[in-house]
């Protein structure tokens, strides 16, 4: 028996990723639906050996479905997933309009799989940022063997973070800059061929871009808020796989050796790390990959307690797609839903 499942902003990126991956790892899917706009109603897309065409979110039934992937972006979740919720399926929400909600858990199942127990409360389970996910995958073995008081993080995110629109304008750019087309930024506030930005999302008044607030919101919420966090976050002209340089201190004495034993033995994290010079990972290796690497854990001898190291994932999947997948699967486990009956409400 298998669910009835529907992902809304399927001609996305994200959104077709989704249904590659829910084909991957096998979900028990019964009915399929791909959820669109209306100017995209009967745009074709891939599932397993299957194409379906795309439904028009505003005359789909929703109550016939037992789960809702949403990733159509924050406007349309705003609009749309509490409506859906309150229709009867859950929705794994991957924008930002939910997380902070405090009745609205938000998950990385390696790291707080205890709140899918608050799923039912509004039938919405929120996706966290996609830098935030690959960082508390590998902050999270840590800090229960050794409390983290500090973390400092810089982000190389690549373009994809920044949907088709960033993809194609770093492929334009690259070309343009051989001669061969205009070079003008048009997504990007810089020209990202060959270039960095250090600037993702809007300024806040503090000086911080929403991006960068998220890191900290987000991991205070699913792993401990007395963590201090401070966050640079960088657009790269890479196409996919987010990397990050990550420092943290401790509050006892951990060794390298120490912290690559713990992450090896922590779920969700696969560690390269030798003193080679291919002895760690790039974007380019985890392109593709589920896991989140960590590499070059070393330590800094310029706090008590301190280690750097550089985590590295593919943004479209563990930063959005897989995580929401492995959310469904989590809930799937659980019991919170349960096929052709939605969901089963639990005592919280």
Known sequence: MGYRVAVV????????????????????????HAIASRKSKGVEVSFGDSTIKCEDIEQFDFSSVDLVLMSAGGGVSREWSEKIGKAGPIVIDNSSAFRMDPDVPLIVPEVNPDAAKLATKKN?????????????????????????????????????????EGMDELWNQTKAIYGLGDATPKKFPKQI?????????????????????????????????????????????VFVGHSEAVTVEFDRPIAPDEAREILREAPGVLVVDKQEHDGYITPVDAAGEHAVYVSRIRKDPTVEHGLSFWVVSDNLRKGAALNAVQIAQLLDETGVISPKSGYRTLTV
């Open 124 to 164: 919405i389970v929120a996706n966290p940022n996609c830098s935030t996910a690959q960082l508390v995958v590998a902050l999270k073995p840590l800090h229960d063997a050794a409390k983290i008081k500090r973390v400092v993080v810089s982000t190389y995110q690549s373009v994809s973070g920044a949907g088709k």
């Open 193 to 237: 061929a060959f270039n960095v930005i250090p600037y993702i999302g809007a300024f806040n008044e503090d000086g911080y871009t929403d991006e960068e607030a998220k890191m900290w919101d987000e991991t205070h919420k699913m792993i401990d808020p007395s963590i201090k966090l401070t966050v640079t976050c960088v657009r790269v002209p």
């Open 9 to 32: 902003g399927a001609t996305g990126n994200v959104g077709r990723e989704i249904l590659a991956i829910l084909e991957e790892v096998n979900f028990p899917v019964e009915k399929m």
